[in-house]
């Protein structure tokens, strides 16, 4: 599996980024795609995952600003952030695991789950 990542960059406070993370080579029958952020000194977290109906559940304080979506056909992973916040900078990760599920409601991610990742893109919030 291969995952790659871009879109990030500076934005000011309020702005707004797509990522994106091109996926190829999966030999999963099933998988879901979550996206994570790493910001300096702290430990990766889990900011919203995506099933393959649509289905999508976000992090508390990613909820309502940020949207995760895929186009099945062209095999793109993305991550709408809009108002953005100095809190959200980061490197951004997209990860696969194998299987179908994503709870109704949001749980946080085990990173242990996730079996291939992206090599990040840094997003910058900075007035």
């Known amino acids: 599996v291969l995952l790659v990542e871009s879109g990030g960059g500076s934005v000011h406070p309020g702005g707004s980024l797509r990522l994106s993370c091109s996926v190829s080579r999966v030999t999963y029958n099933t998988y879901t795609m979550a996206w994570f952020r790493q910001a300096p000194g702290k430990a990766r977290e889990g900011v919203a995952n995506?099933?393959?109906?649509?289905?999508?559940t976000y992090t508390d304080s990613v909820r309502g600003r940020f949207t995760i979506s895929q186009d099945n056909a062209e095999n793109i992973l993305y991550l709408q952030m809009n108002d953005l916040k100095p809190e959200d900078a980061a490197m951004y990760y997209c990860?696969?695991?194998?299987?179908?599920?994503?709870?109704?409601?949001?749980?946080?991610?085990?990173?242990?789950?996730?079996?291939?990742w992206g090599q990040g893109t840094q997003v910058t919030v900075s007035s």
């Open positions: 995506i099933d393959s109906g649509g289905h999508a």
């Open positions: 990860a696969i695991r194998p299987g179908w599920w994503v709870p109704p409601t949001w749980e946080p991610l085990k990173i242990s789950d996730y079996e291939y």
